[in-house]
């Protein structure tokens, strides 16, 4: 399936320093029918900071997307909506690496017998021992 990015320029400040600038909303992946549908979902319900007063609202569309022109007491602002296919990201998530393969089960090598030196282990009752043999080592930092 391909990946549609959906795409919102917007009218930002007011006045000489009034200006477009670009977000990308979403991703979706599906057709770009779905894209649109949701595109126009988010554009009929998109409320943007100016007009503070707005006059008049109105929604176009046009063949990748919409157009909302707000008008203001003084100024008219508009946001565009499109919907464009993703080709490339160098910022895109890495894929999800494959489940590994599950190790093989190696039995535990058989145990010599204990010498009749050795005192016997204390263990719990899963079978790890209660003093790691670590312990009490002075060749372990």
């Known amino acids: 399936m391909a990946a549609w990015g959906l795409v919102m320029e917007t009218t930002v ?3 000489e320093r009034k200006h477009t600038e670009a ?3 979403a991703h979706l992946e599906g057709t770009r029918q779905d894209a649109l549908v949701e595109l126009e979902r988010r554009a009929r319900n998109h409320t943007p900071e100016h007009p ?3 006059k008049r609202r109105r929604l176009f569309r ?3 997307g919409f157009l909302v022109v707000i008008d203001g007491a003084w100024q008219s602002f508009s946001t565009r909506f499109t919907v464009a ?3 490339d990201d160098s910022a895109a998530p890495p894929p999800p690496a494959a489940e590994p393969e599950p190790a093989a089960v ?3 090598p058989p145990s010599s017998p204990p010498s009749p030196s ?3 282990v204390e263990r719990y009752a899963d079978g790890v021992p209660v003093r790691p043999a670590w312990l009490g080592r002075t060749d372990v930092q």
Do not use: F, I, Q, T
């Open 85 to 87: 296919e993703l080709l």
């Open 23 to 25: 977000y990308v909303m």
């Open 62 to 64: 046009e063949g990748d």
């Open 52 to 54: 503070r007063s707005p």
């Open 106 to 108: 190696v039995p535990p």
């Open 13 to 15: 400040g007011v006045g």
């Open 118 to 120: 050795s005192p016997p």
